[in-house]
Nanobody, 121 residues
Framework: QVQLVESGGGLVQAGGSLRLSCAAS????????MGWYRQAPGKQRELVAA???????KYADSVKGRFTISRDNAKNTVYLQMNSLKPEDTAVYYC???????????????WGQGTQVTVSS
């Protein structure tokens, strides 16, 4: 059974930074693509960033240049470094693990419980 546990969310002022972490267990972490999603109140869940097993990355246009996704396979952990935060980044952020490569556009198979990020103006 795969478990994904996020941490690092919180309240920050606009312009500030946060780093989210997601610790994975239950499968060979290094083999699978990982992603960060977010869901703001009244909005659909959206992909923020993804990283393949080989380390290739993709980002939503809204976060390019501000957010960085990375992974540490030795620690079974994926990170999301968020800089220059804006009030519109406020959302619950979810870690996800894909069963198939992210390029297949198949939704992730496993999800974390989410961590709240609130950016005040």
């Amino acid at each position: 059974q795969v478990q994904l546990v996020e941490s690092g969310g919180g309240l920050v002022q606009a312009g500030g930074s946060l780093r989210l972490s997601c610790a994975a267990s239950g499968r060979t972490f290094s083999r699978y693509d990982m992603g960060w999603y977010r869901q703001a109140p009244g909005k659909q869940r959206e992909l923020v960033a993804a990283i393949t097993s080989g380390g290739s990355t993709k980002y939503a246009d809204s976060v390019k240049g501000r957010f960085t996704i990375s992974r540490d396979n030795a620690k079974n952990t994926v990170y999301l470094q968020m800089n220059s935060l804006k009030p519109e980044d406020t959302a619950v952020y979810y870690c996800a693990q894909y069963l198939t490569p992210v390029v297949s556009m198949t939704p992730p198979r496993y999800w974390g419980q989410g961590t709240q990020v609130t950016v005040s103006s």
